[in-house]
Nanobody
C-alpha cells in the first residue's frame, strides 16, 4: 500500500526554522516528481516547491531563498527545510507524489501534476 507520511511540523516564532519530512512506503521517491503543498484555513491548497525526476527544483516566489526541497533516495524520504519562517507560512503542509515518472512527465507546483498525498503536518509561525 502506498503511503506518504509527513512529520516535523510544529510551532515556532517568526524567523525560526523547521524541517519537514515525508516518508514514503510503496513508492520510490528517487527519480520521481514530488512536491510540497500547503493549505491555510479557508484557502485552497497551493504548491510551495517541487523536485523533478532529474533533481531540478522549483519554488514559488513567496518561499524562494527560504525553503529548500531535497530527497534522500536511499532512505526514501522527501524533505522541506524551512528557514526565516514568517507568520504567513502558517498552514497545513502536505507532500505529494506524481503517478507517472520519466521524461515528458509534467512536474510543476500545480495540484493536477500529483496523484498521491500525505495527511499533512501543521506548521504554525507566531509573530
Amino acid at each position: 500500500e502506498l503511503q506518504l507520511v509527513e512529520s516535523g511540523g510544529g510551532s515556532v516564532q517568526a524567523g525560526g526554522s523547521l524541517r519537514l519530512s515525508c516518508a514514503a512506503s510503496g513508492y520510490i521517491i528517487g527519480g520521481a516528481c514530488m512536491g510540497w503543498f500547503r493549505q491555510s484555513p479557508g484557502k485552497e491548497r497551493v504548491g510551495v516547491a517541487r523536485i523533478a525526476s532529474d533533481g531540478s527544483t522549483t519554488y514559488v516566489d513567496s518561499v524562494k531563498g527560504r525553503f529548500v526541497i531535497t530527497r534522500d533516495s536511499a532512505k526514501n524520504i522527501l524533505f522541506l527545510q524551512m528557514t526565516s519562517l514568517k507568520p504567513e507560512d502558517t498552514a497545513e503542509y502536505y507532500c505529494a507524489a506524481a503517478q507517472f515518472r520519466g521524461r515528458g512527465v509534467r512536474c510543476s507546483t500545480e495540484r493536477n501534476d500529483f496523484t498521491y498525498w500525505g495527511q499533512g503536518t501543521q506548521v504554525t509561525v507566531s509573530s
